[in-house]
Antibody, heavy 118, light 110 residues
Framework: QVQLVESGGGVVQPGGSLRLSCTASGFTFSNSGLHWVRQAPGKGLEWVAFIRYDGSDKYYAESVKGRFTISRDNSKNTLYLQMNSLRAEDTAVYYC???????????WGQGTLVTVSS | QSVLTQPPSASGTPGQRVTISCSGSSSNIGSNTINWYQQLPGTAPRLLIYSNNQRPSGVPDRFSGSKSGTSASLAISGLQSEDEADYYCAAWDDRLNGWVFGGGTKLTVL
């Protein structure tokens, strides 16, 4: 079965950096586009970033453009999100999700919590 | 303020039929397909409907989706207590060059 497992969350000071990872199994990772989606405490879902199956194209939400970088290592079945210049408003649970065929956000991980606080 | 507009709440009694709306514009719902997601309390979102009206395997046929112009709807018939959750719509936006989610609708089963 498809599994997406996020890791790397934690507490970081404003202006700091953090790298999230998402390790995948149960599907052909190198054929699948991948997303990061976040959810601030008590709030709705916000799409953050997307990377094509081969890493050739990347898309970002305006709120993170220039601060966050999405990348992937198909040899390790792992997706990354490098987050720099973190702000309090970046505090959220971060989910990775995959595209499966023509379906966006088909499977989701359980999420990892990032807290930006001094 | 979300690009896709959903009512913040909806409710119904067991057995009833409930609909949740999602309103957008020509750059998102008007020109792209829409998906719906269910998020049970304390869990990750789960795909409910894709490509406007398609159900993934494992989703009961009590759940259905439709789209007309720049709006879409999720219908839940034969409402059950386990349907109590948050529901989100999502679509690609041609103008923003990214995906957008609705603000979410909290469904309460009375």
């Amino acid at each position: 079965q498809v599994q997406l497992v996020e890791s790397g969350g934690g507490v970081v000071q404003p202006g700091g950096s953090l790298r999230l990872s998402c390790t995948a199994s149960g599907f052909t990772f190198s054929n699948s586009g991948l997303h990061w989606v976040r959810q601030a405490p008590g709030k709705g879902l916000e799409w953050v970033a997307f990377i094509r199956y081969d890493g050739s194209d990347k898309y970002y939400a305006e709120s993170v453009k220039g601060r966050f970088t999405i990348s992937r290592d198909n040899s390790k079945n792992t997706l990354y999100l490098q987050m720099n210049s973190l702000r309090a408003e970046d505090t959220a649970v971060y989910y990775c999700a995959n595209n499966f065929g023509v379906v966006d956000f088909h499977y989701w991980g359980q999420g990892t919590l990032v807290t930006v606080s001094s | 303020q979300s690009v896709l507009t959903q009512p913040p709440s909806a409710s119904g009694t067991p057995g009833q039929r409930v609909t949740i709306s999602c309103s957008g514009s020509s750059s998102n719902i008007g020109s792209n397909t829409i998906n719906w997601y269910q998020q049970l309390p304390g869990t990750a979102p789960r795909l409910l409907i894709y490509s406007n009206n398609q159900r993934p395997s494992g989703v009961p046929d009590r759940f259905s989706g439709s789209k007309s112009g720049t709006s879409a709807s999720l219908a839940i018939s034969g409402l059950q207590s386990e349907d109590e959750a948050d529901y989100y719509c999502a679509a690609w936006d041609d103008r923003l060059n990214g995906w957008v989610f609705g603000g979410g609708t909290k469904l309460t089963v009375l």
